[in-house]
């Protein structure tokens, strides 16, 4: 038959019914075709876990085409985030302390068909992400005690996270990072650690008062010192300037004694001249009042002579 014929009758006429239904035939055979030959591609961050028969045949990268008897699986290997709200553990001297984790990992991108085939087919881990993170917390704080748990969260945080990478490893998944939040222990013990550290600040105040006195004290006993040691460096100074200077005197008044005695001629005739001088100013005129011992100008008393009798 032709499409004449087909979609027309005797007398011309379009048939509206064949050409409907054959348009809807044609959608049926189509959207078959879809259906058994899909064409399908794995997104980025993502792996395609091909089975045929429910058997692993390859994993896939981002981008291909499925055969129509391939089965598709859109496998994550993105980052993902597991939320622990209030882990519990206690520390090794029994003390109960809670603390809320985030961990960031994900698959390791060699053992997607592991994880496939054991764990989950579209690489959520999270439930077992969450079990594990808590059994590491509980074993880690069980190392310490309280106070180095909060002193040393640092080191706390980094012991987690090793252990963690070692037990998640199990299930092909790799950790990222992890965070603590809400990190608490109980009310009464929190309590007596606000108190030690009030009582801390208070003992580290008293001591920095107490070294601040003793540095003010030190100072003054060091200004004194010095002070001291001025004084005596001065009095030594001008002690040791009077020695020189009664030394000097001393020479001198030795080296006039010595002069002295070796040139008493010239002082006879020095005497002599001064003498001269007074004889040439004299008018000739005796003083008028004698004290007793007082020398009278050019009257030298001759020495009493002795007697023959005395000789």
Avoid: C
Wanted: charged share 25%; net charge neutral.
């Amino acid at each position: 038959m032709s499409l004449k014929d087909r979609y027309a009758d005797e007398h011309g006429r379009t048939r509206v019914g064949s050409i409907g239904r054959d348009i809807a035939l044609a959608w049926v055979v189509f959207a078959a075709l879809v259906w058994l030959w899909p064409l399908r591609t794995v997104p980025t961050g993502h792996r395609g876990v091909i089975t045929v028969g429910g058997a692993i045949r390859s994993i896939e990268a981002e981008g291909f085409t499925l055969w129509p008897w391939q089965t598709l699986s859109i496998f994550n290997i993105r980052a993902e985030e597991a939320t622990v709200e209030n882990a519990e553990g206690s520390t090794s001297d029994t003390q109960p302390v809670k603390v809320s984790l985030t961990v960031r990992y994900s698959i390791q991108t060699d053992r997607v068909a592991e994880v496939f085939e054991k764990y989950s087919h579209d690489g959520n881990l999270m439930s077992y992400v969450q079990t594990a993170t808590q059994e590491v917390f509980k074993a880690v704080t069980a190392k310490y005690n309280a106070p180095d748990l909060i002193a040393k969260r640092a080191q706390v945080s980094g012991d987690i996270i090793t252990a963690l990478r070692a037990k998640l490893a199990v299930y092909g998944a790799q950790v990222i990072n992890v965070d603590m939040r809400n990190f608490a222990f109980s009310a009464d013990y929190m309590s007596a650690i606000n108190q030690k550290v009030t009582q801390d600040q208070l003992r580290l105040a008293a001591e920095n008062k107490l070294r601040t006195v003793e540095a003010e004290q030190k100072q003054k006993v060091a200004i004194a010192e010095a002070e001291a040691t001025a004084l005596k460096a001065k009095a030594d100074g001008e002690a040791y300037a009077n020695l020189k200077v009664a030394t000097a005197q001393a020479e001198a008044l030795k080296i006039q004694n010595a002069a002295l005695a070796q040139n008493r001629d010239v002082l006879e005739l020095r005497r002599i001249e001064v003498e001269h001088v007074k004889a040439e100013r004299w008018n000739g005129a005796l003083p008028t009042s004698i004290y007793a011992g007082a020398p009278i100008p050019f009257f030298t008393p001759n020495e009493p002579q002795a007697s023959p009798q005395a000789k």
